[in-house]
């Protein structure tokens, strides 16, 4: 019984040890799987599928929002604030000017197509830098044509270095000029009982000037329109040679525009044509079928051939930010945006985080000299001098450091290029601003005469009573015009150090003074009117390193859980801000006060002095 017992249940013992085995290998094989999926979608969100190129095809740049020297940090919700028209896109100009540049030599690419419907602008510094690769482009021989709807300022002067413009026949040029204008509060905080105390070296320091006035001062005035009118004759000079026309021609156009609009009898493309400013007047249905005939017809889209910049990049070279590069290297730390301490995210300059960078390139024994590329209107004194310390010891370990600077370095921005062996800016850079200023509003009166509030109490030591809440004491206010003036002095002494002047000297082109970039260079303040190439030139040839070396962009790691969320929320993002279109003047004119609201917002220097010049670098 025993026996046949045993046998009975063998095959039962081998069919379920059978499962066990095949259920393993079920789950083994199912979990590689999984793993093959989650790879393969990794490797798509990271390198994103490679566009398919007609032989005969059109480059398609078209630039969304501003123009940037670096993007700012691209977390989810920056990207879904993009989406919601809360935060105005970024294009970088990097991005834009390697994609036509390698357009160049790509047969497969017959045309450059500057669509420029969406762009929202930028300054001159880095409209000139596309502009450079555009002339580029050319000696290839192949045409470029620009088009939009309707040209600003800043999309027309890109245009104009097109073979030809194109506009929709009831699209309009629009030349604004420069101009400079804020709002002032001194009025509105009067009536509301504030005390705004400001402590400022420098009657050309205008960042403060809204609340001690309700217009612009005298000294202001004459500043600003100086280096507005040297941009504004850069803009005509560029523009009306390219056109065909000379720059009072053009500069006609924009101070006589309602007698143009006369003249044209309300047609605003009309008046453009009449003034020579584009070639052709076009539908989009004819735009389209020009292209067509250009490049040939795409028979999915039925529109013509073309790739856009931004798809074409995933063509070219990986390493364009010389991440992997080999060899000697010139090392490019950008600093953009506003100067705050401590650590700050990509597109704000972090005392602590840019200094790490700048010694991260000083440590790394490839890289033999650095370019600081400066595209910032200032902000903290002290994170300013973290930077510029950085630089210093940089030089001291035996590495050249340069600084380049871009549309904007004023004020702090000015700062951290003092310890550089040498200085290089555009023409149109706008700089100088060296000056210091501190704010402390305090709002006790209208606590007291509005809702019956007041605050007492006791401390062991004066400054213990410092509160927004309270009066400030005059000696207080008399410690805090101290420390400006000690530190607008220790500025003086930073710049005559680094260009070889006096203070005295410094100090009467000082005072808070912004200039543009070839003032600032007649004066002294610059070494070299070049770009940012010209920069890296320069280190390379300091550095000694001949004609063989590479170009490497120092960048903080990003997080893989922060590339994973950005890359995978991309596409989304990007479809729903789709159409979107530039922004309308009330639009603007809201960002405009919410930028500045966040720009005081966001000034945590850990004594409160600011070498800030209020000049936004987009």
């Keep these: 019984m025993g026996h046949d017992h045993e046998h009975s249940h063998h095959p039962t013992g081998m069919l379920a040890a059978m499962w066990q085995g095949i259920d393993a290998t079920r789950r083994f094989v199912v979990n590689l799987l999984f ?25 398609v740049v078209a630039p969304q929002g501003q ?99 194109w506009v929709n026949e009831m699209g309009m040029v629009l030349l604004e000029g420069y101009g400079r204008y804020r709002m002032y509060y001194k009025e509105g905080i009067d009536k509301l009982g504030l005390d705004v105390h400001v402590f400022r070296v420098g009657e050309y320091k205008s960042y403060v000037e809204p609340y001690l006035r309700d217009d612009m001062s005298p000294e202001a005035r004459e500043a600003d329109a100086e280096w507005l009118g040297d941009l504004w004759r850069i803009f005509l000079e560029e523009v009306a040679a390219e056109r065909g026309m000379t720059p009072e021609r053009l500069d006609e156009y924009a101070q006589r525009f309602p007698d143009v609009m006369a003249a044209a009898a309300g047609d605003t493309a009309k008046a453009a044509l009449d003034f020579g400013l584009v070639d052709q007047a076009l539908t989009r249905v004819e735009s389209r079928e020009r292209l067509v005939a250009m490049v040939g017809e795409d028979e999915d889209s039925h529109s013509y051939n073309q790739v856009a910049f931004a798809d074409y990049l995933k063509t070219i070279d990986d390493d364009r ?189 000082a005072r808070g003074r912004v200039w543009s970039g070839q003032d600032a260079h007649s004066l002294g303040l610059v070494d070299h009117l070049g770009t940012l190439g010209d920069a890296i030139a320069a280190a390379a040839e300091l550095a000694e390193l001949g004609e063989d070396y590479a170009v490497s962009y120092v960048e903080p790691e990003e997080k893989l859980k922060d590339r994973i969320l950005r890359r995978l929320t991309a596409e989304a993002v990007a479809a729903a801000a789709a159409g979107s279109g530039p922004p309308s003047p009330l639009e603007r004119a809201l960002r405009a006060i919410e930028r500045e609201a966040a720009e005081i917002g966001e000034l945590n220097d850990p004594g409160h002095v600011y070498a800030w010049s209020g000049i936004a670098t987009d």
């Excluded at 160049?104 to 197509?113: E, M």
């Excluded at 000299?369 to 910032?376: E, K, N, Q, W, Y």
């Design 321 to 509: 930010f010389g991440r992997d590069a080999k060899g000697d290297k010139v090392g490019v730390v950008v600093a953009r945006g506003s100067i705050l301490d401590g650590s700050q995210p990509a597109g704000a300059i972090g005392g602590d985080s840019t200094a790490k960078l700048i010694r991260q390139a000083r440590d790394d024994d490839a890289i033999k000299a650095i370019v600081l590329r400066v595209d910032s209107g200032g902000g903290s004194a002290f994170a300013s001098e973290v930077i510029r310390r950085e630089c210093e010891a940089t030089r001291a370990a035996g590495k050249p450091v340069v600084a380049s600077m871009g549309s904007v370095a004023a004020s702090g921005g000015y700062w951290i290029s003092t310890s550089a062996d040498q200085i290089w800016a555009h023409p149109g850079t706008v700089t100088g601003s060296i000056g210091i200023l501190a704010i402390f509003p305090t709002y006790q009166r209208p606590l007291a005469e509005h809702l019956g509030i007041h605050v007492d109490g006791i401390a062991t030591a004066p400054l213990a009573g410092v509160r927004p809440d309270r009066a400030l004491p005059p000696e207080i206010g008399g410690v805090i015009q101290s420390a400006i003036d000690h530190g607008y002095r220790e500025f003086l002494e930073r710049v005559a150090a680094s260009r070889g002047m006096t203070t005295e000297e410094v100090d009467r082109i």
């Design 67 to 165: 123009l940037v020297e670096q993007l700012a940090a691209r977390t989810v919700e920056r990207m879904i604030d993009e989406a919601r028209g809360t935060a105005a896109p970024e294009t970088l100009v990097k991005d834009v000017v390697d994609a036509i540049r390698a357009a160049r030599d790509d047969d497969r690419v017959k045309v450059l197509v500057l669509d420029l419907g969406a762009f929202d602008g930028a300054r001159l510094t880095k409209l000139q830098d596309v502009r450079d690769a555009v002339r580029d482009f050319k000696t290839s021989g192949k045409q470029v044509v620009a088009t939009a709807d309707a040209y600003a300022q800043d999309a027309y002067y890109l245009a104009a270095f097109a073979d030809e413009v």
């Design 35 to 59: 793993i093959a999926i989650l790879v393969a979608l990794l490797v798509l969100a990271f390198r994103g599928d490679e566009p398919e190129i007609a032989d005969t095809t059109a480059l």
